[in-house]
């Protein structure tokens, strides 16, 4: 059988979606007598697709940890200009504004693309060899990832809660454009030759199997950034 499956949903906040497709195919042949083939692939390619920040938990400037430092609601802009709410002390005081966080911090694109797969050729024997079978497996595995991302450097007008005077931030942890790219790729291929022979003795039975196997895997990673654009474009 076959089967195709695809996903392309936009996120629960601005400037987030998902996308998958995939594909599945199971295959059985008879290519002779007592000669078969069969085969399993399954592939799929993601793309995701968020803010320059990070959505993640773990992350102090996430848009959403920003809703809740900005609680209760304050306006979002004023005059053209995007409104921070103060929160924090000392070194760790910042002005928060979530939907300029959203978008105007850049974005992070990441695509994902991978194939598993394997194959089946099998031989049974007949006559005075009947339950012997000699078959050769094989699989390949097949996969890259690449991120990329553009950390934009925003400003705007917040509340001196002091001098009660409006005074001009710049991004929560930002101090310049940053753009940051980096690749993963790695395969796999396994060769596993097989011999099962299945004895009936009267009453009892045997099963022996005998098999050899092969395997490689390879991998690379490469990463760069960049700092100090004066534009996103």
């Given at each position: 059988y076959t089967s195709l499956g695809m996903m392309d949903q936009q996120g629960t906040v601005i400037n987030t979606s998902y996308s998958r497709y995939n594909l599945r195919?199971?295959?059985?042949?008879?290519?002779?007598?007592?000669?078969?083939?069969?085969?399993?692939?399954?592939?799929?390619?993601?793309?995701?697709d968020y803010p320059g920040y990070g959505m993640g938990d773990q992350y102090g400037f996430s848009p959403l940890?920003?809703?809740?430092?900005?609680?209760?609601?304050?306006?979002n802009t004023f005059e053209g200009q995007y409104v921070g709410f103060h929160a924090g002390t000392g070194y760790s005081s910042y002005?928060?504004?979530?939907?300029?966080?959203?978008?105007?911090?850049?974005?992070?694109?990441?695509?994902?693309y991978r194939i598993d797969t394997n194959y089946r050729l099998r031989y049974s024997f007949g006559g005075?060899?009947?339950?012997?079978?000699a078959s050769l497996f094989a699989a390949y595995n097949y996969g890259h990832t690449v991120y990329r991302s553009f950390l934009q450097f925003f400003e705007g007008i917040g509340l001196d809660e002091k001098s009660m005077e409006t005074v001009n931030y710049?991004?929560?942890?930002?101090?310049?454009?940053?753009?940051?790219?980096?690749?993963?790729?790695?395969n796999e291929w396994l060769l596993r030759p097989e011999?099962?022979?299945d004895l009936e003795l009267g009453r009892h039975s045997l099963s022996l199997f005998a098999a050899y196997e092969a395997t490689k895997f390879?991998?690379?990673?490469?990463?760069?950034?960049?700092?100090?654009?004066?534009?996103?474009?």
């Amino acid at each position: 059988y076959t089967s195709l499956g695809m996903m392309d949903q936009q996120g629960t906040v601005i400037n987030t979606s998902y996308s998958r497709y995939n594909l599945r195919t199971n295959l059985e042949v008879e290519l002779a007598r007592n000669l078969s083939f069969s085969t399993n692939i399954s592939a799929y390619t993601t793309s995701k697709d968020y803010p320059g920040y990070g959505m993640g938990d773990q992350y102090g400037f996430s848009p959403l940890y920003m809703c809740a430092a900005t609680a209760p609601i304050i306006r979002n802009t004023f005059e053209g200009q995007y409104v921070g709410f103060h929160a924090g002390t000392g070194y760790s005081s910042y002005y928060y504004n979530p939907v300029q966080a959203l978008t105007e911090s850049g974005y992070s694109r990441q695509k994902q693309y991978r194939i598993d797969t394997n194959y089946r050729l099998r031989y049974s024997f007949g006559g005075a060899l009947k339950g012997l079978s000699a078959s050769l497996f094989a699989a390949y595995n097949y996969g890259h990832t690449v991120y990329r991302s553009f950390l934009q450097f925003f400003e705007g007008i917040g509340l001196d809660e002091k001098s009660m005077e409006t005074v001009n931030y710049s991004a929560p942890g930002i101090d310049s454009s940053q753009f940051n790219k980096n690749f993963n790729y790695n395969n796999e291929w396994l060769l596993r030759p097989e011999i099962n022979w299945d004895l009936e003795l009267g009453r009892h039975s045997l099963s022996l199997f005998a098999a050899y196997e092969a395997t490689k895997f390879y991998s690379e990673y490469i990463d760069g950034s960049k700092k100090g654009y004066a534009a996103s474009d």
